[in-house]
Each structure stands twice: as structure tokens, then as C-alpha cells.
């Protein structure tokens, strides 16, 4: 085979292999056509399923059936995980039964999926609503800073922007007076207790200085000399008036006191009950003698020493 045969055979495979890859490439491309295709009719179908529920889930509410309208938009972003209308739809419903802190939080994942500017920029702008109602002026600040990103020209934005700057500094100056509030009264007490331990420790050095005084008068008092004293002088008995007074005294006490009974020895009050008891008993053996002699026995009887 010369070298001009193998050069028409060479090209004539070139050829060949073009047709072939030709070919693929439309068949892969028709194929891609189809996937695309049906991807775009199931979302088709998946956004008319979505919107279908989100509209029962507006006519609900319109009823003012909370519940339920809550449930179908729960189902429309169950369904469609990826619908940032679901989501910001079920943020406006909470938003408008003044549920504000269950509306951030679906504004917050309608921002995640949302797609266009003019998505983003409602969805930023009515988050920022809510956290101005839940009083958070610095979340609020910069939601309204992302819904100005993605639309700069809404002056509606703006203003609320303005008006949560405002909101945030006459927040932060009460926070700032009730500190500086705070201070003083810890300062004034403050000075109050150190006036108190200063008194406490003046009273205290004065206390000191008048028990320093005390003893001092003391110990000059100890050194003067006592008054003599003049002799008392006895009386008829020879005693001092002093100790007849006291024998006196202890005289008339030991009258008016019983005489107690010295140990092993009877008492005047036992001494009487005693011959109370030996009375009696006579007694009742005189009796017992003069009932015998009525009777005429003979009864012999013993003294009673």
C-alpha cells in the first residue's frame, strides 16, 4: 500500500469518527433537553401544588382560622423546601397575629432560599419590622441595611432605618442615665458608710479618752487619804453603839423566826404532835377500861410512866 492509500484511509476514519462523535453529542444534548424539560414541568407542577395550598392557606386565614391556615402553610413549605414564598407568607401571618419573634424566625430562612433582589429586599424590609417590634433596634438596623442592598432607591427602608438608629442611641443614653443613676446611689452609699465607720471610730476614740479620764480619777481618788472616822462611843453595856444595835436587830429577828430543830433533835411542833398522839391513846385505854367494868371481867392494867 503506498503512502496515498494510507492517507484516504486515514481521513476516510477521521470522518467516520466525527459522524460518530456528531452524533453523541446530539443525542446526549436531545437527552439533556428531555431532563431539563421535565425538571421544569415537575417544578412546574410542584409551584402549582405550592401556590394551591398557600391559596387555601390565605382564604383560611381570611376566615380568621388561624389554625388552620398555620397547618396548610406548614404542609406548602414541607412541600416545597425551596419556596421563598411559603415561607415569607407564613412570616406575614405571624407577623400580623403579633406573634413577632415566630415571624424573625421565618423571615430568617425565607432570606435563605429567596432568589431575586425584589424577594430579598421585602423579605429583609418586614424582618426589620419585627424586630422593631420586639424592641432589638440593632438586629432591626441591620436587616433594614440588607433590604437597602438589595433596593436602595425604597425610601420606606430608609425612613425605618432612621427611625431604629434613633430608637437605638435614646435606648442606649436611658440605659446610660439609669448607670450613671446606678453610680451615684452606690457612691452616696458608699460615703454614707464611710461617714458611719468615721463615727463609729470617733465615738469610739472619745469613749477611750473618757475611760483613760476614769481611770486616771481613780487612781487619784485611791491615793487620797480616807476621813478619819470618830470612835463610837459604848453604851451602859460597854458595847459600841453599832454592835447593840445589831444584837438588837438579831434579837427581834430570832423572835419573829421559828427556832429550826438541831439535827437529832425534835422540834416544838413534833414534840407536840407527839403528846397529842400519847393523850389519845390514853384515852382510848381508859375507855376500853371503863367498858370492862361494866361488864363486870377484871382487868388488869399497867401504868402509864
Known sequence: MNIKNKMQNFLRIQLITSHINLILMGFFLFVSGLQAQSLQENDKKLNRETNKILKNAEEELGENDFSSAEASYRKAVSKNESSATARYNMANMYYGKEKPAQATSRYKQAAKV?????DKHDVFHNMGNSYMDQKKYAEAIGAYKNALRNNPT???TRYNLALA????EKEQQENKDQDDKKDDQEDKEKEKEDQNKDKKEDDKGEKDKKDQGDNKENEGGDK?????KEPEKPDDKGEPKDQKEQKDEKG?????????PQPGQLSPQ???NLLEAMNNEEKKVQDKINAE????AKTKTAKDW
Open 293 to 296: 367494868k361494866a361488864k363486870g
Open 270 to 272: 413534833q414534840i407536840k
Open 114 to 118: 429567596a432568589e431575586t433582589k425584589e
Open 252 to 260: 427581834e429577828q430570832e423572835k419573829e423566826q421559828p427556832q429550826q
Open 154 to 156: 425604597d425610601e420606606q
Open 224 to 228: 487620797e487619804k480616807e476621813p478619819k
Open 165 to 168: 438608629k434613633k430608637m437605638l
